[in-house]
């Protein structure tokens, strides 16, 4: 009864590739999220989506780009991967803006 | 935009004493925040959460207080025990949108036996 799940869990890559990682969520919240996670531990949003509006970190490169098949899906496309795109990537949801977001396993990212 | 300062940036307290992190926010929009606690190797857990119209709110041995003039808010946790040992993240945002969190820089907590 997996609530938000993640492919794949780990993502070896070299430089240059394009890549994609899934997430999906089977809780019926209308929200979705993707956050990096870097070295040091520091999460930050890339990106909030909802059915009314993309919301979109300023220093998100827009080599990446997410994108919603439907409501219980957000998938997260990387271009041109670069060495500093290395992090772990997580995927969130919640029901409405008032409610906690719960987060996927996430995507552990290495560019070689 | 919204900047959360998160200390201490390690914790370390005897197992069965009280631990508390602090936080402080800028944007006065912002009107919910929640705690998470990430394990090594795992995902930020929801553990406890606060909404601008209350000032503190308490499940079993967490806690947390918002003090919306000063722009702090804080996590205690009593009683310590080892499986709290983790790195705890609060985190804010405006609501009415779809704003993600904006997340403080984590708290690593060590309990000692």
């Known amino acids: 009864d997996t609530a938000v799940s993640q492919t794949p869990k780990y993502l070896v890559t070299q430089m240059g590739n394009d890549k994609s990682i899934k997430c999906e969520q089977n809780l019926g919240h209308d929200t979705m999220y993707w956050y990096k996670q870097d070295s040091k531990k520091f999460l930050k949003i890339m990106f909030s989506y909802n059915n009314k509006e993309l919301i979109i970190n300023e220093t998100v490169p827009n080599r990446f780009s997410p994108k919603s098949p439907d409501k219980a899906h957000l998938n997260l496309h990387i271009n041109s991967l670069e060495l500093g795109d290395s992090a772990v990537y997580f995927c969130?949801?919640?029901?409405?803006?008032?409610?906690?977001?719960?987060f996927g396993p996430g995507t552990r990212l290495t560019v070689l | 935009g919204e900047n959360v300062e998160q200390h201490p940036s390690t914790l370390s307290v005897q197992e069965g004493d009280s631990a508390v992190i602090k936080c402080t926010y800028s944007d006065s929009a912002s009107n919910y925040f929640p705690w998470y606690k990430q394990e090594l190797g795992k995902r930020p857990q929801l553990i406890i959460d606060i909404r601008s119209n209350v000032g503190e709110k308490k499940d079993q041995r967490i806690a947390v207080t918002l003090n919306k003039t000063a722009k702090h808010f804080s996590l205690h946790i009593t009683e310590t025990q080892p499986e709290d040992s983790a790195v705890y993240f609060c985190a804010a945002k405006p609501g009415g949108g779809a704003d993600g969190l904006t997340f403080g820089k984590g708290t690593h907590l060590i309990i000692q036996p």
């Open positions: 969130a949801s919640s029901q409405g803006t008032w409610q906690g977001q719960y």
